[in-house]
């Protein structure tokens, strides 16, 4: 089963402008984590928040996370052509062990 | 970061034959490894947990018989489609993660991918 939804599932904007994807979640997470998928590529992790965490920066992306809501957002800002791909945001549960995806936000950047 | 490295990234097979899908750790050693199927512009959903030198755990819904998973050593797992049907076609994604404690362990390093094409 998935743990997230993501939100939207596709994202098309202009080189240079900010991209803003949601992600909600069902169940108790220990970190909340979000990797990127180019077409037809395994998937590369981005940056993890963890559960007593409410905002990371990681060069131009910034990840928040709200346990109350069960919701995280991942936003790129200044994004460019190559930041063209999938992105996917993954909770690992208390219990540690597994990774489940939500369901992705298919982002374009046109440039 | 750690390596994963996943062969075949894409294999097409006759309707019928059986496909092995190797995932391999090249720098770690990795007690745990995850098997993920992806279709077309959709999430990954896991299909398995593949554990060194015991039995896979598998999801529900993921045939054990169909999807044979091997881990006999802590850098190789397997997942091998046997006799493979058109509705097999699919792209597989194998992770695993990184031993022990630390900021690594957090974090799940992925294959390549393979596209299966059973024709």
């Known amino acids: 089963s998935q743990q997230g939804e993501e939100d939207p599932q596709a994202l098309s904007i202009q080189e240079g402008e900010n991209a803003t994807m949601n992600c909600s979640y069902k169940?108790?997470?220990?970190?909340l984590q979000w990797y990127r998928q180019n077409s037809g590529r395994g998937l590369v992790h981005l940056i993890l928040?963890?559960?007593?965490?409410r905002e990371k920066h990681s060069g131009r992306l910034r990840v928040t996370l709200d346990t109350s809501k069960k919701s995280s957002s991942l936003l790129i800002t200044a994004s460019r052509a190559a930041d063209t791909a999938s992105y996917f945001c993954?909770?690992?549960?208390?219990?540690?062990?597994?990774?489940?995806f939500g369901g992705g936000t298919r982002l374009m950047v046109k440039p | 970061g750690a390596v994963v490295s996943q062969h075949p990234s894409r294999v097409i097979c006759k309707s019928g034959t059986s496909v092995k899908i190797e995932c391999r750790s090249l720098?770690?050693?990795?007690?745990?490894m995850f098997w993920y199927r992806q279709f077309p512009k959709q999430s990954l959903m896991l299909m398995a947990t593949?554990?060194?030198?015991?039995?896979?755990?598998?999801e529900q819904g993921v045939e054990k018989d169909k999807f044979l998973i091997n881990h006999a050593s802590l850098t190789l797992s397997t997942l091998t489609v046997t006799s493979a049907h058109p509705e097999d076609s699919s792209f597989y994604i194998c992770?695993?993660?990184?031993?022990?404690?630390?900021?690594?362990?957090?974090?799940?390093?992925f294959g390549q991918g393979t596209r299966l094409t059973v024709v």
């Open positions: 992770s695993a993660r990184y031993p022990g404690q630390g900021p690594k362990n957090t974090e799940a390093f």
């Open positions: 169940t108790s997470i220990n970190n």
């Open positions: 928040i963890r559960s007593n965490e």
């Open positions: 993954a909770g690992r549960g208390n219990a540690g062990n597994m990774l489940t």
């Open positions: 720098d770690f050693q990795a007690t745990t």
């Open positions: 593949s554990n060194e030198g015991s039995k896979a755990t598998y």
